[in-house]
């Protein structure tokens, strides 16, 4: 796959060049956690990716910010720290998937805006066919039968159908596809511990027990104005089209 990600300028990527990296361990996940984390540095999460990329690893990034001053506070204890986080979520029960895993969807590391990690809960299925069925909050009942309708038809089709368990449209095109004995996809705007808006919480539990629920923001995160755009890019990239009600 060849894709511009990160900073403006085409960055190829082939498979092949993802093989000659080096192990991708838990070390290494730690080391991406730990970059995401810090604050010595500006940079978006999708330049840290392409940072990766083009140094080969997330240590060799770490090492050419920080090097190796005795001055300084070892930063190896940032490091430790994104592990044991890493630890106590998996203990959690969440699925933790950078973008070097061999379970990260594929098709996210198309999108101009690559997640470095996804959080899930409920299975992941590789290479779903899945289509986005969003719209608005304060959709009209016409507009809401409608998407009904679709969503049970996708579904129908074998078609997995992913929205943003936001209200309206969202939501009704979450339970039509769990009624009619499909699968749905949940992508969230918010970190995968808060329900957003609170109504739908135990709808998203539903999602996350018989489906999948995702979030590419930290567990405990709030809604931004900010995270609903990301969000809306990863849930695109996801599906193969977009159904907007």
């Given amino acids: 796959w060849t894709r511009t990600i990160g900073r403006p300028g085409v960055i190829t990527i082939g498979t092949s060049r ?8 838990d070390r290494e ?3 991406l956690v730990a970059l995401m984390q810090e604050r010595s540095r500006a940079a978006s999460w999708p330049e840290i990716v392409t940072e990766i990329i083009e140094a080969g690893s997330a240590r060799a990034v770490w090492e050419a910010r ?3 001053s005795l001055f300084d506070t070892d930063p190896s204890v940032l490091i430790a720290e994104a592990a044991r986080q890493i630890a106590g979520w998996r203990t959690a029960g969440l699925g ?3 973008f070097r895993d061999v379970s990260y969807p594929a098709q996210l590391r198309e999108i101009h ?3 470095p990690v996804l ?3 409920g299975t992941l299925r ?3 066919p899945a289509v986005s069925v969003v719209g608005s909050r304060r959709a009209c009942s016409r507009s809401l039968a409608w998407a009904s309708e679709m969503s049970s038809a996708l579904v129908s089709a074998g078609i997995t159908v992913v929205s943003g368990l936001a209200a309206g449209i969202d939501t009704v095109a979450h339970v039509a596809a769990l009624d009619a004995g499909g699968r749905t996809v949940a992508v969230l705007g918010t970190g995968i511990h808060r329900a957003y808006p609170a109504a739908n919480r135990d ?3 539903r999602i996350a027990e018989q489906c999948l629920v995702l979030s590419q923001f930290w567990p405990d995160a709030a809604a931004t104005k900010k995270s609903f755009p990301l969000r809306n890019a990863t849930m695109s990239g996801y599906g193969r089209a977009t159904i907007v009600v």
Avoid: I, K, N, Y
Wanted: glycine share 6%; hydrophobic share 30%.
């Fill in 203 to 205: 709808l998203q539990e």
């Fill in 66 to 68: 920080h090097g190796r």
């Fill in 119 to 121: 959080f899930s809960q």
């Fill in 96 to 98: 933790v998937h950078t």
């Fill in 113 to 115: 805006q690559v997640p």
């Fill in 126 to 128: 590789p290479g779903e």
């Fill in 18 to 25: 993802l093989r000659r990296m080096p192990l991708w361990d």
């Fill in 29 to 31: 996940r730690a080391t």
